[in-house]
Nanobody
């Protein structure tokens, strides 16, 4: 099992920046990819960015430029830097981890989410 805890959300003015953190615990050596998703009110949960253990990154097309995903393997933590925040970025941001269980099957875990609100 892998447990995830997000932090770093809050209320930010348009044009501001935030760095979200996601700390993983548990069976972290089995993680092969981690990512950030977001869900705005009344909308589906969408991928923002993901990063593999080999530091390969993938961004949703609309998220390139203002979003940067990174990881600190020593801390088992993934970060999402968001610059030039827009009101449309208001959402709950969820951390996701994909890993192999003891049987070699793929599993995924989700964090509880952190609220990001962009408003003046």
């Amino acid at each position: 099992q892998v447990q995830l805890v997000e932090s770093g959300g809050g209320l930010v003015q348009p044009g501001g920046s935030l760095r979200l953190s996601c700390a993983a615990s548990g069976f972290t050596s089995s993680i092969y990819a981690m990512g950030w998703f977001r869900q705005a009110p009344g909308k589906q949960r969408d991928l923002v960015a993901e990063i593999t253990t080999g530091d390969s990154t993938h961004y949703a097309d609309s998220k390139k430029g203002r979003f940067t995903i990174s990881r600190d393997n020593a801390k088992n933590t993934v970060y999402l830097q968001i610059n030039n925040l827009e009101p449309e970025d208001t959402a709950v941001y969820y951390c996701n981890a994909r890993y192999y269980n003891i049987l070699g099957s793929t599993r995924e875990s989700w964090g509880q989410g952190t609220q990001v609100t962009v408003s003046s």
